[in-house]
């Protein structure tokens, strides 16, 4: 099978980004109002003119099977079970976004992924298996969850410089907890770290066009997907 030339979609609650390579992207407001249909719409017009053959979804939900299992905080409702492949029309793989911007930033051993978004996306790689997390949820001293410290509402209410320190002590335990080589910082809000301590590493922007690739990589002796999506 010749390879799979892959439009990538890493969806926001406040953007949607479309990559068709790691230089060709185009971009479109979510939000609220965004159903699926509109979704389905909106991307299908906006690479109307660019030729390819597979899509790869990074969506802001935990995702089981290609299926959305909850609807995302900060679009409209109706994603769970939504059929993408059959809405967009070509083979479709979807994965949560912060597994996509993993995957793509993934360079062996062991790795904790974390997005310091609009909330904290969160996932843990090795060998050839990702396991998307839910970190964001955990119960933190003081706040009601984690994210609502390293997120978007967090940055808003400490202002950068506390907000960093917050963030540097809970990405340093993390790191522990997971017995992790290394920490990939990705997300908007990841460029306000400017010094990372070690072990620790800022994403890139690209990386989550490779991990929209890489879902569609096959292992040479299998046949199988490379990459094993738990």
């Known amino acids: 099978m010749a390879k799979a030339r892959v439009l990538v979609a890493d969806i926001g609650g406040t953007h949607v980004k479309l990559m068709i390579s790691a230089r060709e992207t185009r971009k479109f407001d979510s939000g609220k109002k965004v159903t699926p249909q509109r979704l389905m719409e909106l991307i299908k ?65 062991r790795m904790l992924f974390l997005g310091l978004g609009t909330g904290l996306g969160s996932t843990l790689i090795w060998e050839r298996n990702v396991l998307p997390l839910e970190l964001g949820d955990l119960p933190y001293p003081g706040i009601h969850r984690i994210e609502d410290l390293v997120g978007k509402h967090g940055l808003e209410k400490l202002g950068p410089r506390k907000w960093l320190r917050e963030v540097e002590s809970i990405v340093a335990r993390l790191k522990l907890a997971f017995i992790a080589d290394y920490v990939v910082l990705g997300g908007g809000n990841a460029r306000l770290v400017e010094r990372p301590p070690e072990g620790i590493e800022l994403g890139k922007n690209e990386n989550a066009y490779r991990g929209g690739q890489r879902l569609w990589e096959i292992d040479a002796r299998s046949r199988q997907p490379k990459w094993r999506i738990l």
């Open 45 to 109: 017009e906006t690479a109307a003119d660019w030729d390819y053959d597979a899509i790869s979804l990074g969506f802001p939900a935990p995702i089981k099977e290609g299926r959305v299992m909850k609807d995302p905080n900060h679009l409209a409702r109706g994603w769970i079970g939504w059929d993408f492949a059959k809405s967009l029309g070509t083979r479709t793989r979807v994965i949560n976004d912060a597994a996509m911007q993993a995957l793509g930033s993934y360079h062996g051993g």
